[in-house]
């Protein structure tokens, strides 16, 4: 049985990825979803001067104190900022990594750089919930009763790259082919032998939307 570490993205927390967590947890494996800082159920943590380096410090503290090792690291959307810095300084607790419809950034890339504007404030506002984005109005508004601002420091705060995550024996990428949104980052790993690239036809939130199918991929990861 495997060991999951699973950073979840922004504006949520580990509630996101409940339905997953539940489905490997029946069949044997370990799940550990940290609520990031600022975010879920530590958004009382928001007014506090909270990083990216934050959150990369949640997740290696997650496995540190946990003595987790052999770790399958699995990220969401922005969580991929996230785990690329933590395999940056525990590499060595990972056995495969797995971005789901998330961000690979580069050397010195911020999450701000990305959305292309510049933030202020202390955090960033939920975005709003598009049309149809979840499949009933039930599932939307739960949605948006949960979601939490993100701390602006967390999308700021530029990364620094090495290529440490290149290393991790096994890579994967989990793609939603439901939206437009990551086609780019996923493109140029089809034809790389060291990655294996998945499809999933849903929107942007797989953990929500097919976490069944999405539960089996990550066993294959």
Not at 55 to 65: L, R
Not at 135 to 146: D, I, W
Request: aromatic share 8%; charged share 20%; with cysteine.
């Amino acid at each position: 049985m495997s060991t999951f570490v699973i950073v979840h993205g922004a504006w949520t927390g580990s509630w996101d990825w409940d339905r997953v967590a539940e489905r490997l947890r029946a069949r044997g494996h370990a799940v550990h979803v940290p609520a990031l800082s600022g975010l879920g159920e530590r958004s009382h943590l928001a007014h506090f001067p909270i990083t990216l380096t934050t959150h990369v410090d949640d997740i290696i503290n997650e496995m540190a104190w946990h003595e987790l090792t052999d770790v399958v690291l699995v990220a969401h959307s922005y969580g991929g900022f996230v785990a690329t810095g933590v395999l940056e300084r525990a590499a060595d607790r990972v056995a495969s990594v797995v971005y789901v419809d998330a961000f690979i950034p580069a050397d010195g890339q911020s999450f701000e750089d990305i959305m292309g504007e510049k933030l202020s404030g202390p955090v960033v506002p939920v975005p709003e919930i598009g049309d149809g984005e979840y499949p009933t109005e039930a599932e939307s508004n739960r949605v948006a009763r949960l979601a939490t601002p993100q701390p602006t420091g967390t999308f700021t705060e530029r990364l620094k790259v090495t290529g440490a995550y290149l290393k991790v024996p096994r890579k994967t990428y989990i793609l939603a082919t439901g939206w437009d949104g990551f086609g780019s980052v996923a493109a140029p790993l089809r034809d790389d032998p060291a990655w294996s690239v998945f499809e999933l036809p849903c929107g942007h939130d797989i953990p929500l939307l097919m976490p069944e199918e999405l539960a089996g991929l990550l066993e294959r990861a």
